[in-house]
């Protein structure tokens, strides 16, 4: 079946810090991949996503590159600041090509930015 | 403000009672699934409608039992629940089932705990 494998954290960087959290896939057919966040004591948001291999996403400064030869999405922000500290999930849908399916989640990847 | 919200946030029950999560999308979507957020564990999926039809169980025991009325309303009936089965309970909802491109627009979330 599908997976989605990410970096676990925590990761702490400093404030302004190149940041880039790693995310692999295994997935049949041509999945869309979705990068969401998680604020404390809040729900999923969409950060970013991208159907089709070579799309980029972007989103608030974070950018991810579906890349289909090497399976990965991976999430980079240039600069991050202390109100991006957050857990950040990858994830991917529609791997077998349709019918009825939800997202396949990697386990989180928590993000701390210290000032 | 995502469009999907969920009531009620926080709910404690023993082993032996019956309650019921209750999630609303003002989103026009005819997709709604429930997912469980464990520590540790990646989000699992437990269940997914379509116009009201359940197109999706993913093993999920049957202390656990969804309900759809209409396309904007699902609910999670509990009873006789474990210990094991405190965790963040999410909704989620898209425009449609089966199309992989398609974002789901998630609840805050209930924490249940089970003593």
């Known amino acids: 079946g599908d997976s989605v494998t990410q970096m676990e954290g925590p990761v702490t960087l400093s404030e302004e810090a190149f940041l880039t959290i790693n995310c692999t896939y295994t997935?049949?057919?041509?999945?869309?991949l979705f990068w969401y966040v998680q604020y404390p004591g809040e729900g999923l948001q969409l950060l970013l996503k991208?159907?089709?291999?070579?799309d980029k996403g972007s989103n608030k400064g974070f950018e991810a590159t579906y890349r289909k030869e090497t399976t990965s999405f991976h999430l980079e922000k240039g600069s991050v600041q202390v109100s991006d500290s957050a857990v950040y999930f990858c994830?991917?849908?529609?791997?077998?090509?349709?019918?009825?399916?939800?997202?396949?989640f990697g386990k989180g990847t928590h993000l701390i930015i210290q000032p | 403000e995502t469009g999907v919200t969920q009531t009620p946030r926080h709910l404690v029950m023993g082993m032996t009672n019956k309650k019921s999560l209750k999630c609303e999308q003002h989103?026009?979507?005819?997709?709604m699934y429930w997912y469980k957020q464990s520590a540790k564990k990646p989000l699992e999926l437990m269940f997914v409608?379509?116009?009201?039809?359940?197109?999706e169980n993913n093993s999920v025991p049957s202390r656990f039992s969804p309900e759809c009325p209409n396309s904007s309303h699902l609910f999670l009936h509990l009873h006789t629940l474990q210990p094991e089965d405190s965790a963040l309970y999410l909704c989620?909802?898209?425009?449609?089932?089966?199309?992989?491109?398609?974002?789901?627009?998630f609840g805050p979330g209930t924490r249940l705990t089970v003593l």
């Open positions: 991208a159907t089709k291999a070579d």
């Open positions: 997935a049949t057919g041509y999945p869309s």
């Open positions: 989103l026009g979507h005819n997709a």
């Open positions: 409608y379509s116009l009201e039809e359940r197109v």
């Open positions: 989620a909802s898209s425009p449609n089932t089966g199309t992989g491109a398609d974002t789901q627009y």
């Open positions: 994830a991917l849908r529609g791997g077998s090509g349709g019918g009825a399916d939800g997202l396949t």
